[in-house]
């Protein structure tokens, strides 16, 4: 009886501390084959849809056919695209192709928000009970998806938005984001695509064998440049990838939802040793970098 009643408590404590958040009843483990650090060193990293509205891309060239990174020049003609939206795309590429450059999230070390920080070269993806965790890369941004759960009635905007998510089956993760917040780089990718308070983003990871990838693979190659070192993949490698799909409705910046894809290939590198390091001085312009300071120091 003794032991009996020894048992019995040992069994409340550990329910009632590792027990989920319904009822006291233990919360599955979540699927395992998410977790890791997954590589797609691209730059500009979306890549098209094979058919349907899909992002706005690079309208400059480098001789062998892929986007030039060195000019950033959006296809402001991209039938997605309002003419408001089209008229703020087509600024920002006047800029590059006249050679000033112009401010964006990453080169300012700001928070880049969804869909802007897909372009980053790695994601390391977390998962636990109640939670996912997305970390990046480029000067270490996080992610949190809760689980199971809803977007409040009134979203607090937040530099990543609100997100929720929830697995379907052991091979696809979903999260659905609202509430991004504007700071004052906002903007959808390295284009400078806008974006409203009406922003929703919905994502697809899903794990699948390589060669149901291979087509997403071989677009990806045509578009963007291969940025590897130090983040970089096993090109030889042919088991499952990540393959994320996304879709991106805002009716007051687009004529139509639009989707791309991300295809990741587990990293050969450890994590990196990286920092965004501000620069007061913007590199183009005799002008201050716009970089957060407080209004008296904290010591």
Same mark, same amino acid.
């Given at each position: 009886?003794?032991?009996? #009643? ?90 590059? #192709? ?25 994601? @390391?993806? =977390? ?7 997305? =970390? ?19 979203v607090t905007p937040s530099w990543y ?12 993760? =979903?999260?659905d984001t609202v509430g991004m917040k ?19 983003? =919905? @994502? ?83 002008? @201050? ?11």
């Amino acid at each position: 009886m003794q032991r009996w #009643l020894m048992g019995l408590v040992g069994c409340v404590a550990l329910c009632s501390s590792s027990g989920a958040q319904s009822g006291g009843v233990l919360a599955p483990d979540p699927p395992q084959g998410f977790a890791g650090l997954w590589s797609h060193p691209y730059l500009t990293g979306m890549e098209p849809p094979a058919s349907g509205p899909g992002p706005v891309l690079n309208l400059t060239r480098r001789p062998d056919g892929r986007a030039n990174f060195q000019r950033l020049v959006g296809n402001w003609r991209n039938p997605i695209l309002k003419p408001e939206a089209a008229q703020v795309v087509k600024r920002f590429g006047d800029m590059s #192709l006249n050679g000033t450059g112009y401010e964006t999230p990453s080169n300012q070390c700001w928070p880049g928000g969804v869909p802007y920080v897909f372009w980053d070269f790695l994601l @390391e993806f =977390v998962p636990s009970k109640d939670h996912v965790t997305f =970390v990046y890369r480029h000067g270490q941004e996080l992610r949190f998806i809760r689980l199971n759960s809803q977007h409040p009635a009134n979203v607090t905007p937040s530099w990543y938005g609100d997100s929720i998510g929830h697995y379907e089956g052991d091979d696809t993760f =979903v999260v659905d984001t609202v509430g991004m917040k504007h700071g004052p780089y906002a903007m959808l990718d390295m284009y400078g695509t806008p974006f409203s308070d009406k922003l929703h983003i =919905v @994502e697809r990871y899903r794990l699948v064998p390589y060669a149901q990838a291979a087509d997403s693979i071989a677009r990806n190659e045509r578009e963007n440049t291969h940025a590897g070192g130090g983040w970089d993949f096993d090109p030889k490698y042919r088991g499952k990838v990540l393959q994320l799909t996304f879709t991106v409705d805002d009716p007051d910046v687009f004529t139509t939802p639009w989707t791309g894809t991300i295809t990741y290939r587990p990293s050969i590198d450890p994590w990196p040793e990286l920092i965004c390091s501000e620069n007061p001085h913007w590199f183009t312009m005799e002008s @201050e970098s716009h970089i957060p300071t407080a209004p008296k120091p904290d010591f």
